[in-house]
């Protein structure tokens, strides 16, 4: 069955860049996509990639993809404090019936 | 424009009780899924919902119901309560088929004691 993995941790001092990895198993995903979760409310869509893509970016979100390895990274640069927060990465034959990760928990240090 | 809206906030019910969740999908958006979010995990998809049809269902049992109305919006029923039904229940929308992109609602709070 599909499989999403993730790290649970990052810690990073403001300014810096984070990187957030994420394997899958399913290779008949479409879209690949980068959510974030702050505390007390639902998902936020931060970006997303078709599956025929390498790399996408969006202001200081940079989205790699390996295919082959099946491994997709999100790219903050420039790490704010209101960073801060869960980023789950999912993949989807079509985004309703995305399945997720249980999420990356990003610290942001001053 | 509104976004998903999602009610009540907050419910406690008893083991065995049932359950019915609220959806108002985002203005324009006929495709309604719901997905379970356990703490500490990723949400994990329940069923989806388009033009009032049922159009995939994840891995739950089928005491977890839905229903979506001509206006978009969507219930989740959930029958015999059980503990582990304890978790947050996120609704999202999306403006049809094939959809790209998932406008999530803040989510209902189900604690079951």
């Known amino acids: 069955g599909e499989d999403v993995e993730q790290s649970l941790f990052l810690s990073v001092r403001e300014g810096d860049s984070s990187v957030i990895n994420c394997t899958y198993t399913d290779s008949s995903s479409t879209y690949l996509y980068w959510y974030k979760q702050e505390p007390g409310a639902g998902l936020q869509l931060l970006t997303y990639?078709?599956?025929?893509?390498d790399m996408k970016q969006d202001q200081r979100l940079t989205v790699l993809l390996n295919k082959k390895d099946k491994h997709l990274s999100l790219r903050i640069a420039d790490t704010q404090t209101g960073d801060s927060a869960i980023y789950f990465c999912a993949e989807a034959p079509n985004a309703g019936k995305s399945t997720f990760g249980d999420g990356t928990t990003l610290t942001v240090k001053p | 424009e509104t976004g998903v809206t999602q009610s009540p906030t907050h419910l406690i019910k008893t083991r065995g009780q049932q359950v019915t969740l609220r959806c108002s999908s985002q203005s324009g958006h006929n495709t309604v899924s719901w997905y379970q979010q356990a703490l500490g995990q990723g949400p994990q998809f329940i069923f989806q919902?388009?033009?009032?049809?049922?159009?995939g269902r994840g891995n739950f049992p089928p005491r977890f119901s839905g229903l979506q109305f001509p206006n978009y919006s969507s219930e989740l029923n959930v029958n015999a309560l059980e503990l582990d039904d304890s978790a947050l229940y996120l609704c999202?929308?999306?403006?049809?088929?094939?959809?790209?992109?998932?406008?999530f609602g803040s989510g209902t709070q189900l604690s079951v004691l």
């Open positions: 999202a929308s999306s403006p049809g088929q094939p959809n790209e992109k998932l406008f």
């Open positions: 919902y388009y033009r009032e049809e049922e159009n």
């Open positions: 990639i078709f599956s025929n893509m």
